[in-house]
Nanobody
Framework: QVPLVESGGGLVQPGGSLRLSCEAS????????MGWYRQAPGKQRELVAS???????HYADSVKGRFAIARNAVKRTVYLQMTSLRSEDTAVYYC???????????????WGQGTQVTISS
């Protein structure tokens, strides 16, 4: 069973917009953080954006001002609104969920299967 179900990936032109969605399955519980990672060919997987129960959102420098994360802790869903897309945003995007303790340590986590986002003219 896939712990996190993703949707919204696809092909868009440079400057366009795309919205990714993710929902935790019934088997996922005890999470207080959700977010998105991405991995482009030949590059390491990187954190794109995350949101925790304390209300703090984090963004990679490369996407600040262009991407926005929104999480509903009750529905256990997370979204990534991407605008002003560039070719360098092309990657597989992975939904992520975790339990993070008060000291900031990740105790356990869950991953989606990944969804392809391609920006091309």
């Amino acid at each position: 069973q896939v712990p996190l179900v993703e949707s919204g990936g696809g092909l868009v032109q440079p400057g366009g917009s795309l919205r990714l969605s993710c929902e935790a399955s019934r088997g996922v519980f005890g999470i207080n953080a959700m977010g998105w990672y991405r991995q482009a060919p030949g590059k390491q997987r990187e954190l794109v954006a995350s949101d925790t129960d304390d209300g703090t959102a984090h963004y990679a420098d490369s996407v600040k001002g262009r991407f926005a994360i929104a999480r509903n802790a009750v529905k256990r869903t997370v979204y990534l609104q991407m605008t002003s897309l560039r070719s360098e945003d092309t990657a597989v995007y992975y939904c992520y969920a975790a339990w993070i303790d008060s000291g900031g340590t990740i105790r356990y986590d869950y991953w989606g299967q990944g969804t392809q986002v391609t920006i091309s003219s």
